[in-house]
C-alpha cells in the first residue's frame, strides 16, 4: 500500500500504539492489533478494542480523535454506539460492545495475520529516596 498524507508507512506502527494506549487509558478491554500488510489491500493494520456500555465506546473513540495527530478519514456508528469504526486509511479502528464485538468476530477473517495484545501495565513508582 502506498503511504498516504494522513498516515505515511513510517507513522502507521507508533500510531496504531498510540491509539491502544489511548483506548486503554479509557478502560477498553481485549485491545488487539492485527498487522494485515500482504493479506488485504483495505488497510495496513487493524485496533480492535471492546467495552460494555455506549457511554465508554464514546469515551474511547472521542478520545482516540481528539488525541492523534492524524485526522480520520471516515468515521461510522457514532449514532448507535455498538460499534464504532474510525479509518486513518493505513489504521482502521473499530471499537465495539462487547456483545457486538462477539456477534460480528471480525478478528477471525484475518487469522492468518500477526496479532499484538495490549495490556495496562501498571506505572511504574519511582524509588524512594532516603532523607
Given at each position: 500500500?502506498?503511504?498516504?498524507?494522513?498516515?505515511?508507512?513510517?507513522?502507521?506502527?507508533?500510531?496504531?500504539?498510540?491509539?491502544?494506549?489511548?483506548?486503554?487509558?479509557?478502560?477498553?478491554?481485549?485491545?488487539?492489533?492485527?498487522?494485515?500488510?500482504?493479506?488485504?489491500?483495505?488497510?495496513?493494520?487493524?485496533?480492535?478494542?471492546?467495552?460494555?456500555?455506549?457511554?465508554?465506546?464514546?469515551?474511547i473513540a472521542?478520545?482516540?480523535?481528539?488525541?492523534?495527530?492524524?485526522?480520520?478519514?471516515?468515521?461510522?456508528?457514532?449514532?448507535?454506539?455498538?460499534?464504532?469504526?474510525?479509518?486513518?486509511?493505513?489504521?482502521?479502528?473499530?471499537?465495539?460492545?462487547?456483545?457486538?464485538?462477539?456477534?460480528?468476530?471480525?478478528?477471525?477473517?484475518?487469522?492468518?495475520?500477526?496479532?499484538?495484545?495490549?495490556?495496562?501495565?501498571?506505572?511504574?513508582?519511582?524509588?524512594?529516596?532516603?532523607?
Amino acid at each position: 500500500m502506498t503511504p498516504t498524507p494522513s498516515t505515511p508507512k513510517d507513522e502507521a506502527s507508533a500510531l496504531v500504539r498510540g491509539i491502544a494506549d489511548l483506548a486503554l487509558e479509557k478502560q477498553a478491554e481485549n485491545v488487539i492489533a492485527l498487522d494485515v500488510r500482504g493479506i488485504t489491500s483495505m488497510t495496513d493494520h487493524f485496533v480492535f478494542c471492546s467495552a460494555d456500555t455506549d457511554v465508554q465506546v464514546k469515551a474511547i473513540a472521542d478520545s482516540i480523535r481528539k488525541s492523534t495527530d492524524h485526522k480520520p478519514w471516515r468515521i461510522e456508528g457514532y449514532e448507535q454506539l455498538n460499534w464504532v469504526l474510525l479509518d486513518y486509511v493505513d489504521v482502521v479502528v473499530h471499537i465495539f460492545k462487547t456483545h457486538a464485538r462477539e456477534y460480528y468476530n471480525l478478528e477471525s477473517l484475518w487469522t492468518d495475520a500477526p496479532l499484538t495484545k495490549y495490556k495496562d501495565e501498571p506505572k511504574e513508582k519511582s524509588p524512594k529516596t532516603a532523607d
